[in-house]
């Protein structure tokens, strides 16, 4: 054999082994990129894209374009459908959850950033956490984006991995999303009752008043008075006004929310001192929301309330409505979809709020705690047991 022969069927195999990657990577589309084949028990579920979700979401996004949209961090991306009618205003718009897990306010912004150039968004339902919500340059954050090559996804030997692995964890028959972005996570997996626990005793690491010893009934009209609640000093709100801004300029029909929490955990919010400090920090977003939208588009919602389903029992249970204290499954995210995009300023489960009016939201929240807690005895039971130590 010449050198000449020898180059050549070496090039050729080379050749073939990437043909036969790719055709592998592109029959499997372990990542739901291409999403045009899905045979039952070879491809159609798909456990590895969670993996790689920050490099396909956003191609996913600019491909199809949806004009509704979920973003936040994974409580969003698990508490959300986006083909919810409230979202999609009964299928007239095309939605997608572009949530992601990990994604802190900071990464918010510039995924809200990027669905404004690459679709034409009409309706955004934004989750935050009360506090800081500073203002970031997006300019190298989302280094996936810049990163994505088609050619990587068909050849790449780490893509042809999970292709494989992709066949060969058909017989669970568990994709790790759903179609259009949702995280599943630990959906219908047993031990929501020792998550919470596992949750409860990072809580008790961190923070040394969040002890069983302190888990006492509170006695009747225990709830600190609704006085007027201070604004908190040095705030930094940049970041959302310049997100509520670009919403406006483009005529984007905006909701943010703060997060709700299981009423096991809010209860523990009182034990650990950190009720006040919510509110003061929802006081102030309150404040830069109608500032920033005084004519309207933009509503600001809160779900911290004792109800039947932020306070669903979890011990020796099967939670229809959470996986942990804090990430809640889409049946819960339906309820709160209806109320945000619904007819009334007060839903089922959220307020929304103004100015002038949060003492009187967070008046009805301490009067709905102290209602709950007589009507429903066993929730300091199922508080001790998920903070007790494992004997």
């Given amino acids: 054999m010449t050198s000449r022969q020898y180059t050549i069927g070496l090039l050729a195999g080379v050749a073939l082994l990437l043909g036969l990657a790719a055709a592998t990577n592109r029959l499997v589309d372990p990542f739901w990129y291409y999403r045009d084949l899905e045979i039952e028990g070879f491809n159609a579920a798909k456990p590895r ?14 491909r199809e374009r949806p004009q509704a949209m979920v973003l936040g961090s994974s409580l969003a991306e698990i508490g959300f459908d986006a083909n919810d009618p409230a979202l999609t205003g009964a299928g ?6 572009f949530a992601f897990a990990g994604a802190g306010w900071d990464l918010v912004q510039c995924h ?3 669905a404004l150039a690459v679709t034409d968004l009409k309706r955004a339902v934004i989750g935050i956490h009360p506090g800081a919500l500073p203002a970031t340059d997006c300019a190298n954050r989302m280094p996936e ?4 090559s088609e050619v990587k996804l068909l050849v790449s030997l780490r893509v042809l991995q999970n292709s494989m692995r992709t066949v060969m964890e058909q017989r669970r028959g568990r994709s790790s999303h759903t179609r259009e972005g949702r ?3 630990a959906r219908d997996i047993p031990g929501v009752a020792m998550r919470f ?3 409860f005793l990072g809580r008790q690491r961190s923070d040394s008043r969040c002890t069983i010893e302190r888990v006492r009934v509170p006695p009747a009209g225990a709830s600190p008075a609704a006085a007027a609640i201070a604004l908190p000093r040095r705030l930094d709100l940049s970041g959302l006004r310049a997100l509520i801004r670009a919403a406006r300029a483009r005529g984007i029909e905006l909701r943010l929310f703060a997060y709700p929490y299981h009423a096991l955990s809010l209860e523990l919010d009182f034990l650990c001192g950190q009720d006040a400090q919510r509110w003061a920090a929802l006081a102030a977003i309150t404040q830069v929301v109608a500032e920033e939208a005084p004519h309207g588009g933009v509503e600001l919602w809160e779900f911290f309330g004792y109800n ?6 979890v011990v020796s249970r099967h939670p229809q409505f959470w996986q942990d204290p804090a990430h809640f499954n889409h049946e819960m995210g339906s309820l709160m979809l209806a109320d945000m995009f619904g007819s009334q300023s007060v839903g089922r489960l959220g307020r929304r ?3 002038g009016g949060l003492p009187g939201a967070y008046r009805d929240f301490l009067a709905g705690r102290e209602r709950f807690l007589a009507e429903h005895p066993w929730l300091y039971d199922e508080l001790r047991a998920t903070l007790a130590p494992v004997r």
């Fill in 183 to 185: 995280y599943l996570y």
């Fill in 353 to 355: 709020l103004a100015p």
């Fill in 145 to 148: 984006v810049r990163e994505f």
């Fill in 92 to 97: 007239k718009l095309k939605g997608y959850n």
């Fill in 308 to 313: 039947e389903v932020t306070g669903e029992r």
């Fill in 197 to 199: 626990r596992e949750f």
């Fill in 112 to 114: 809200f950033e990027y």
């Fill in 49 to 62: 894209f969670a993996r790689f979700e920050r490099h396909i979401k956003p191609q996913l996004l600019a």
